[in-house]
């Protein structure tokens, strides 16, 4: 098995972007391509594009660059998005809906199997080929599924209470889309998704440009 390198945080979410451009590359007939390349794209400076793709342990070759098939793999890997993970969704409202219907996951290994939600209305369909199950069946068809990775798309209030069940049903590794800080267990990972923090820099950036235009 490849060993990696220890990644910083900002470093793991520049990767996909960098996996992004290359396979971009790759469709148009590239076999190599410079960290100065991918560096002027993502508007970013080539020194931390090099330094971010050394975790992966592929070294570039001078005024060649890296070799494109090599360096998908080798970021796949890194990401572990060459390997199968089995998910489930619990909140099937508008969010939860949105995120079982959205192909880039399967593309990188994440798959979901189920959702739950506690809507008499929805409990027995399907939405995007998801089956969509009561949430009083969460422990017996997480063992069914074997997925240990659950999507929260909860209303707030319920967050932690719907934590705690998923962590008591065998829940592993926990994305949280809801604007909640949920306690866990040490050995639980949890990656938060606050929405309305992209949002507030999104609003601050265009605030920024209409002020700068309007001078």
Same mark, same amino acid.
């Given at each position: 098995m490849r060993e990696f390198k220890p990644a910083s945080l900002p470093t793991i979410k520049r990767l996909?972007?960098?996996?992004?451009?290359?396979?971009? !590359?790759?469709?148009?007939?590239?076999?190599y391509i410079s960290g100065t390349v991918i560096a002027d794209e993502l508007e970013l400076e080539p020194i931390q594009v090099r330094k971010d793709l050394a975790v992966t342990g592929i070294i570039g070759k001078p005024r060649i660059g890296f070799p494109v098939d090599e360096l998908i793999d080798a970021i796949n890997t890194f990401l572990d998005w060459n390997t199968r993970h089995a998910a489930i969704i619990v909140g099937a409202g508008h969010l939860g809906s949105a995120l079982m219907g959205y192909a880039e996951f399967p593309r990188h290994g994440l798959y979901i199997v189920a959702a739950f939600d506690a809507d008499p209305a929805k409990i027995g369909g399907t939405i995007n080929g998801v089956p969509i199950y009561s949430i009083q069946e969460l422990t017996p068809k997480l063992n069914?599924?074997?997925?240990?990775? !659950?999507?929260?798309?909860?209303?707030?209030?319920f967050a932690q209470e719907v934590a705690d069940h998923l962590v008591e049903s065998g829940i592993t590794a926990i994305w949280n889309f809801t604007n909640v800080k949920i306690k866990v267990p040490a050995?639980?990972?949890v990656q938060k998704e606050d929405l309305s923090?992209?949002? !507030?820099?999104?609003?601050?950036?265009?605030r920024t440009m209409e002020t700068a235009a309007a001078r």
């Amino acid at each position: 098995m490849r060993e990696f390198k220890p990644a910083s945080l900002p470093t793991i979410k520049r990767l996909p972007s960098y996996l992004h451009v290359i396979e971009n !590359a790759r469709e148009e007939g590239k076999t190599y391509i410079s960290g100065t390349v991918i560096a002027d794209e993502l508007e970013l400076e080539p020194i931390q594009v090099r330094k971010d793709l050394a975790v992966t342990g592929i070294i570039g070759k001078p005024r060649i660059g890296f070799p494109v098939d090599e360096l998908i793999d080798a970021i796949n890997t890194f990401l572990d998005w060459n390997t199968r993970h089995a998910a489930i969704i619990v909140g099937a409202g508008h969010l939860g809906s949105a995120l079982m219907g959205y192909a880039e996951f399967p593309r990188h290994g994440l798959y979901i199997v189920a959702a739950f939600d506690a809507d008499p209305a929805k409990i027995g369909g399907t939405i995007n080929g998801v089956p969509i199950y009561s949430i009083q069946e969460l422990t017996p068809k997480l063992n069914d599924t074997g997925a240990r990775l !659950a999507v929260l798309a909860v209303p707030s209030p319920f967050a932690q209470e719907v934590a705690d069940h998923l962590v008591e049903s065998g829940i592993t590794a926990i994305w949280n889309f809801t604007n909640v800080k949920i306690k866990v267990p040490a050995d639980v990972v949890v990656q938060k998704e606050d929405l309305s923090s992209g949002y !507030a820099v999104l609003s601050v950036k265009l605030r920024t440009m209409e002020t700068a235009a309007a001078r």
